[in-house]
């Protein structure tokens, strides 16, 4: 591979995001369970629909057992690569999986990191561990 054929910095700041934020255990775990939250979370069909609305982070901060703070810190990140969205419901924040940035991802990574081409160079031939991690989440 030479010089101009490295993916560009631009290319590369989508996926980096929301590799970073994947990094960690806790915050893969909870997206992992928010892909299915009526198996995970206690459900009200008259507060929220946990598919529409999310998850309340309080049941994702009672699940986890961490402190409120740092599981609102936790999906800030995951926020922020876009690979959740949130909505509030009165003072309560809400989160769920955004599916199209997740599908997204997989897709780039399936593709070759950053250039798409899928050529041998960027294939990802190596990264098979990271993607296979990466669909248990999708």
């Known amino acids: 591979m030479t010089t101009h054929d490295l993916p560009t910095t631009g290319d590369l700041t989508s996926l980096l995001e929301p590799l970073k934020a994947l990094a960690n255990p ?4 909870v997206l992992q369970w928010l892909r299915d939250p009526e198996d995970h979370f206690p459900v009200n069909p008259e507060v929220t629909d946990p598919r529409r609305v999310g998850v309340c982070v309080s049941h994702i901060q009672a699940k986890t057992g961490l402190a409120q ?8 990140t ?5 690979l959740v969205r949130s909505t509030r419901v009165g003072k309560w924040t809400h989160y769920r999986r955004d599916e199209e940035r997740i599908a997204w991802l997989v897709e780039e990574l399936r593709g070759g990191v950053g250039n798409g081409t899928g050529n041998d ?8 561990e990271g993607l296979s991690l990466l669909e248990t989440v999708s």
Request: proline share 0%.
């Open 69 to 76: 703070s740092t599981v609102s810190a936790y999906m800030a």
């Open 78 to 82: 995951l926020e922020r690569a876009g």
């Open 121 to 128: 160079a960027g294939s990802g031939a190596g990264n098979t």
């Open 26 to 29: 806790v915050r893969l775990q």
